[in-house]
T-cell receptor, first 113, second 113 residues
Framework: KAGVTQTPRYLIKTRGQQVTLSCSPISGHRSVSWYQQTPGQGLQFLFE???????NKGNFPGRFSGRQFSNSRSEMNVSTLELGDSALYLC????????????FGQGTRLTVV | TQLLEQSPQFLSIQEGENLTVYCNSSSVFSSLQWYRQEPGEGPVLLVT?????EVKKLKRLTFQFGDARKDSSLHITAAQPGDTGLYLC?????????????FGKGTKLSVIP
């Protein structure tokens, strides 16, 4: 079966702009989590969605937001981009939130210039 | 805030050598996962350990969960160049109501032919 699909793979934006990233989970998976990965901080949890509801949120500013659609696809949005937002953004899907079998997409590499 | 400390941060070894990577925390986790990530890709789940003292083997890889469920180790026997990558441990908090993984910063392994 198809894996987790993230689009786009690469993105270059300038400071102050906003960006929307997309994640399509594995078919049948209803939980989607987002992570930010940087060389200095490693993988940091952004938020988790299940049944179109945000169930948990990490310690990130309000510029970072997300949503989940009825087909379980998810988007995350970052507004007023800063240089420090440059990172690999990873999406993980699982059947249900408490299920520890999470499958990651290839990520979106965001570069802010 | 729960933290997972991984050591060593970097490891460069010759093909055929053995190695052990450690993942330690002061917190108890209900389960712990190991992932391997290659450059430009998302992490790929290798194993999940749940029971204190549990040992799991995946070909040349041996994973162990500490008795107190606070630490874990990954041992690779006769390393091969294909083992090169970033090894990440991730813990799911005991009693957490929703799905959130806490990741270590990883061990970057290079196996030289």
């Amino acid at each position: 079966k198809a894996g987790v699909t993230q689009t786009p793979r690469y993105l270059i934006k300038t400071r102050g702009q906003q960006v929307t990233l997309s994640c399509s989970p594995i078919s049948g998976h209803r939980s989607v989590s987002w992570y930010q990965q940087t060389p200095g901080q490693g993988l940091q949890f952004l938020f988790e969605y299940f049944s179109e509801t945000q169930r948990n949120k990490g310690n990130f500013p309000g510029r970072f937001s997300g949503r989940q659609f009825s087909n379980s696809r998810s988007e995350m949005n970052v507004s007023t981009l800063e240089l420090g937002d440059s990172a690999l953004y990873l999406c993980a899907s699982s059947l249900i939130p408490v299920n520890t079998e999470a499958f990651f997409g290839q990520g979106t590499r965001l570069t802010v210039v | 805030t729960q933290l997972l400390e991984q050591s060593p941060q970097f490891l460069s070894i010759q093909e055929g050598e053995n190695l052990t990577v450690y993942c330690n925390s002061s917190s108890v986790f209900s389960s712990l996962q190991w992932y391997r990530q290659e450059p430009g890709e998302g992490p790929v789940l290798l194993v999940t350990v749940v029971t204190g003292g549990e040992v799991k083997k995946l070909k040349r890889l041996t994973f162990q969960f500490g008795d107190a469920r606070k630490d874990s180790s990954l041992h690779i026997t006769a390393a091969q160049p294909g083992d090169t990558g970033l090894y990440l441990c991730a813990g799911k908090s005991a009693g957490a109501g929703s799905y959130q993984l806490t990741f270590g910063k990883g061990t970057k392994l290079s196996v030289i032919p």
